[in-house]
Antibody, heavy 124, light 107 residues
Framework: EVQLVESGGGLVKPGGSLRLSCVAS????????VSWVRQAPGKGLEWVGR??????????DYSVRVNTRFTISRDDSKNTFYLQMSRLQSEDTALYFC???????????????WGQGALVAVSS | DIQMTQSPSSLSASVGDRVTITCRAS??????LNWYQHKSGKAPRPLIY???SLQSGVPSRFSGSGSGTEFTLTISSLQPDDFATYYC?????????FGPGTKVEIK
């Protein structure tokens, strides 16, 4: 099983930027798909975006709500994944989790290992 | 976008009760449906994937069923550790989406 640890959360002003990191340990994740999922205060889980494995082209997908503002990247040499967030809005205030996506078919996936989350607060 | 709904949004039950949670998709998703348990301040835990496959290490009192647009998660005999919020999630679309959650509370 892989362990994930997020970092980089904090308080940022509206319109600002922040980068979260997700470090994986326990096994290599070079073939892993990794997603970011967030939970706003008092709300449910919301998928933010994913990055596929390097062997799958490291392609990315994003939810409509964050597309063009958020960018996910990976550094397999460091077993680390990043969520770069820009033009942040108050609605982006949330606990951000990274999670590996286990595939039971090529397109059928579920979120297997999760980190504990990094808190992002957007406020003036 | 595929929209997911869950019912009920919350329920109160006692230890030993049988609990059923329903999840519906806005369009057919075959069996591309997963269930998670989430306790506040902790990482979500996968329970069921592909509608009915039990994740390794998950107790057998949890089971899932359904296909198409309607799915259920059943806890056969509720245990103290099971009080949490449960989410369904579809992976049929390239853009996954979660249901709004069902909070299971102690009666």
């Amino acid at each position: 099983e892989v362990q994930l640890v997020e970092s980089g959360g904090g308080l940022v002003k509206p319109g600002g930027s922040l980068r979260l990191s997700c470090v994986a340990s326990g096994r290599t994740v070079k073939d892993a798909w990794v997603s970011w999922v967030r939970q706003a205060p008092g709300k449910g889980l919301e998928w933010v975006g994913r990055i596929k494995s390097t062997s799958d082209g490291a392609t990315t997908d994003y939810s409509v709500r964050v597309n063009t503002r958020f960018t996910i990247s990976r550094d397999d040499s460091k077993n680390t994944f990043y969520l770069q967030m820009s033009r942040l809005q108050s609605e982006d205030t949330a606990l951000y989790f990274c999670a590996t996506e286990e595939r039971w078919t090529y397109s059928g996936t579920y979120f297997d290992s999760w980190g504990q989350g990094a808190l992002v607060a957007v406020s003036s | 976008d595929i929209q997911m709904t869950q019912s009920p949004s919350s329920l109160s039950a006692s230890v030993g009760d049988r609990v059923t949670i329903t999840c519906r998709a806005s369009q057919t998703i075959s069996i591309y449906l997963n269930w998670y348990q989430h306790k506040s301040g902790k990482a979500p835990r996968p329970l069921i994937y592909a509608s009915s496959s039990l994740q390794s290490g998950v107790p057998s009192r949890f089971s899932g069923s359904g296909s198409g647009t309607e799915f259920t998660l059943t806890i056969s005999s509720l245990q103290p550790d099971d009080f949490a919020t449960y989410y369904c999630q579809q992976s049929f679309s390239p853009l996954p989406s979660f249901g709004p959650g069902t909070k299971v509370e102690i009666k």
